[in-house]
């Protein structure tokens, strides 16, 4: 069962900015969505349509916060939904497992908070003490070039931008996250998770769950 929208009004050095939370396709379908989230020389946005927002927010228990200027806007985005069925992090259990799938801002808005303010938002709603939040960071998905940082210094920013959230940094054998050892996988841990679900968690990192 989704949580109660939230539309937060927040003042930045650019602008008023309005955090919404839990929208709707028909919601976003009304908005407009900025062209730097597009293919860039070095970097391509992990969603480059608004029709992927669309359908993530369509999902069960999903939540697609938005960033939104005073014309309604997007300029930013958060993407919280359950893992696909195929990889490892599904095999937990049904409905215990949530990925965030993206956090992205447009490069005109960046370093200007909106990315914690939305972090935090999708972070501060009940549903999530009862789940497993995780976040894969791949650094081959990363804007270096828009951001000027190198992979390690931009993993470090991630860890910086999640840990007042309550996430932390996870060891795993996970195939794509060992392909580079800038890649990460941070977790947040629900106060309402069960240890035996706590446990699993750990053998699941390594592939040692018996299922």
């Known amino acids: 069962m989704k949580d109660t929208p939230r539309a937060i ?10 955090i919404r939370s839990q929208c ?33 927010a369509d999902l069960p228990d999903a939540d697609v916060t ?4 005073d014309h309604n806007h997007i300029i930013g985005f958060g993407v919280l939904a ?11 259990g049904a409905g215990l497992m949530m990925e965030v799938k993206a956090i992205e ?6 370093r200007a908070g909106v990315a914690k303010c939305i972090i935090q938002t999708m972070m501060n709603q009940p549903m999530v003490e009862d789940k497993i939040i995780y976040m894969v960071g ?3 998905t990363w804007d270096l070039d828009g951001s000027g940082q ?3 210094a931009y993993r470090r920013m991630l860890i910086r931008l999640f840990e007042p959230c309550g996430f932390q940094e996870y060891q795993t054998n996970e195939p794509n996250i060992c392909l580079k050892p800038e890649n ?5 841990i629900g106060r309402n998770v069960a240890k035996d679900q706590r446990d699993n968690f750990k053998w699941l990192r390594f592939n040692l769950l018996n299922t």
């Open 150 to 152: 190198s992979a390690q």
């Open 184 to 188: 990460i996988l941070l977790g947040r």
């Open 105 to 110: 801002v447009s490069r005109s808005w960046r």
């Open 66 to 69: 938005l960033a939104l200027t």
């Open 138 to 140: 791949y650094s081959w």
């Open 9 to 18: 009004s927040w003042k930045t050095s650019r602008g008023n900015v309005t």
């Open 24 to 56: 709707t396709p028909r919601e976003i379908r009304t908005f407009i969505y900025d062209s730097q989230f597009g293919t860039h020389a070095h970097y391509r946005s992990l969603y480059t349509r608004r029709e992927s927002l669309e359908k993530h």
């Open 82 to 92: 359950y893992p696909e069925s195929e990889e490892r992090w599904s095999r937990l």
